[in-house]
């Protein structure tokens, strides 16, 4: 037989009450031997000791969860053996604080991926700039704060008389002004259908002598585009027919090839006899709907195309995407679908998922009755260093069919003659005048534009048009538009007043720049917090997140590693014969 020393967890076996420890240590003796077994007490230094037989049960002590069923084989020790039993903590804490931390964990790595890998707080942003009714966004997009400003250059032919004399070999042609409106929008007669929306524009322009270049009332010399227009839709006609409108013009106000006017009335409308007198002999009279005739008179006031656009509710990716001009899907005036698509933005918003550097941008031009190609350049900084993207037009986009082969369906779908490089010809779209676009001052032209006119100097740097977009919030914040409007020459010999013009010469009228310079107090603040504010409050989430991650998945690790049963006492196993003599 052998002596067990037991010492229990929780148990005092101080220096007093040695009566008490001893039947302390006896009671729990009991509890480990069988009934019909008897524990032999033997007090020793202050440590209960007791007897068990080698195959006793040990079970029941206290703060453990038991120690089983252990066969002690002491025999032949020689030194001291010693055996624990192992306790384990609660379950019902152990489980608490796991279901604790796991939660911990999952909603932090949930956040961890929101705030870090997705674009959350815009979307929320971008969810609010849905151009709904009642909203601040259909307040903001109904009547803009923001007032664009119009630049306008008209070109004066200085020396046309010399010219019609044979003094002159060349016109001669002097940009005068800018002449600097702004531009107040306003979107009108509204009609919500589904996630479609169709409105007309309404414009009011405001004269700013004091940025201009010139004077409203300069006396300028400009082309006599009424007279040009109509002579260039009656040369269908057979000879008499054309004689009898040579005729009726000569009862015009003005039928000379150029006129002298001030610039407001050229740009604003000044009173013209000819196209009611010729409506007879034009299908496309009744189009024009004015009292008086003005290069810019269809844009002051409220124009007349009906634009229906998305308003992203369904669908964010197609937020002031155009989706019906004048109530069709689709133009009518160019050799392709790709061409004559009207899948476009009108400028001044665009979808933030289609802002990438390898993408595309359209605008739609209603002047030249297509959409007009943005790709990107490059990132600029506005003054309080927020990051935006620039898109440009692209340096063939004018180009003939041999230098930029998409350009092939705008070429006369008839007769299959295309343009010069450097221009588009619109006189589909623009009431039968044989009107074309190109950008100023012939830039990117073809040379031979400028061969037979002389002061035009291109300059890349004034005459570029470009497009600055926020790249989250998809609000175009700068830019401008430059383009220039163009008349060529249609003749027979039965109109004399265009005999000293060469068949074909075309002639610079207008060039137009549309420009974004100054934006009101409340669009700076609203751009400001969509860039910095709207950073800031998502790096400071998602860095909560993922130190809130970090922390739960080491508590974790700990508390499942370290989860091992606890001493909770001990048997030393001594040769009796010695525990007797001590």
Not at 15 to 39: C, F, H, I, Q, W
Request: aromatic share 10%; hydrophobic share 40%; proline share 5%.
């Amino acid at each position: 037989m052998y002596v067990a020393t037991f010492v229990s967890r929780g148990l005092n076996f101080g220096g007093n009450g040695r009566y008490e420890r001893e039947m302390d240590v006896e009671k729990t003796s009991s509890s480990l031997m069988p009934k019909e077994e008897k524990a032999v007490i033997v007090p020793g230094n202050g440590v209960g000791k007791f007897l068990i037989r080698e195959d006793t049960i040990l079970a029941g002590l206290p703060g453990c969860a038991g120690c089983g069923r252990t066969q002690l084989t002491c025999a032949g020790v020689k030194k001291q053996w010693s055996a624990l039993c192992w306790g384990k903590q609660s379950d019902k804490k152990y489980y608490t604080m796991l279901v604790i931390l796991s939660a911990t964990f999952a909603l932090s790595f949930i956040g961890t991926i929101f705030f870090c890998f997705t674009n959350t707080l815009n979307d929320a942003i971008l969810s609010n700039m849905v151009i709904k009714n009642n909203t601040l966004a259909y307040s903001m997009w109904r009547r803009p704060s923001v007032q664009p400003l119009m630049k306008v250059h008209v070109f004066n032919y200085t020396n046309w008389e010399r010219v019609r004399s044979g003094l002159d070999e060349k016109l001669i042609v002097q940009d005068v002004g800018p002449f600097i409106y702004s531009q107040q929008i306003e979107r009108v007669n509204i009609r919500f259908q589904g996630d479609q929306l169709t409105f007309q524009e309404r414009n009011n322009f405001r004269f700013r002598p004091e940025k201009s270049g010139a004077a409203h009332f300069d006396q300028i010399y400009v082309p006599n585009l009424p007279l040009l227009g109509v002579i260039a839709n009656v040369l269908h006609l057979p000879t008499l027919g054309q004689i009898t409108v040579q005729s009726t013009l000569n009862f015009a106000d003005h039928n000379e090839a150029f006129l002298k006017l001030p610039a407001q009335r050229f740009l604003w409308g000044y009173d013209d006899r000819i196209m009611d007198l010729a409506r007879p002999f034009l299908s496309i009279g009744a189009q024009f709907r004015y009292d008086k005739f003005g290069l810019l008179v269809s844009k002051n006031g409220t124009v007349s195309d009906r634009i229906t656009i998305n308003t992203g509710e369904k669908d964010k990716d197609k937020m002031n995407i155009i989706e019906k001009f004048n109530g069709d899907v689709t133009l009518s005036y160019w050799g392709s679908s790709e061409c004559n698509s009207i899948t476009s933005s009108d400028g001044t918003i665009f979808p933030p998922s289609l802002l990438d550097k390898k993408t595309t941008l359209y605008v739609f031009n209603s002047n030249m009755c297509r959409r007009l190609p943005f790709d990107y350049l490059k990132d600029v900084e506005m003054e309080q260093g927020i990051r935006l993207m620039r898109y440009g037009l692209p340096s063939n986009v004018f180009d003939d069919p041999q230098s930029n082969p998409d350009n092939q369906c705008y070429c006369d779908v008839d007769s299959g003659t295309c343009p010069p490089r450097g221009i588009i010809n619109i006189t589909a779209c623009s009431m039968g005048a044989p009107l074309v676009a190109s950008f100023p001052h012939f830039y990117r032209g073809d040379p031979k534009l400028r061969e037979d006119i002389q002061g035009l100097t291109p300059d890349g740097n004034l005459h570029d048009s470009f497009i600055d977009i926020h790249p989250t919030l998809g609000i175009a914040l700068n830019g401008r538009s430059s383009l220039q409007l163009n008349i060529q020459v249609r003749k027979s010999g039965v109109f004399g007043a265009l005999s000293f013009l060469p068949e074909g010469i075309i002639l610079p009228v207008a060039w137009i720049e549309m420009a974004l310079e100054e934006l009101p107090e409340s669009l700076q603040s609203l751009v400001y917090h969509g860039t910095f504010s709207t950073a800031a409050v998502q790096l400071g989430l998602a860095m909560f997140c993922s130190i809130t991650l970090l922390i739960s998945s080491i508590c974790m690790l700990i508390m499942i590693i370290t989860r091992r049963r606890k001493p909770c006492a001990t048997l030393k196993i001594i040769p009796a014969e010695i525990e007797m003599k001590t």
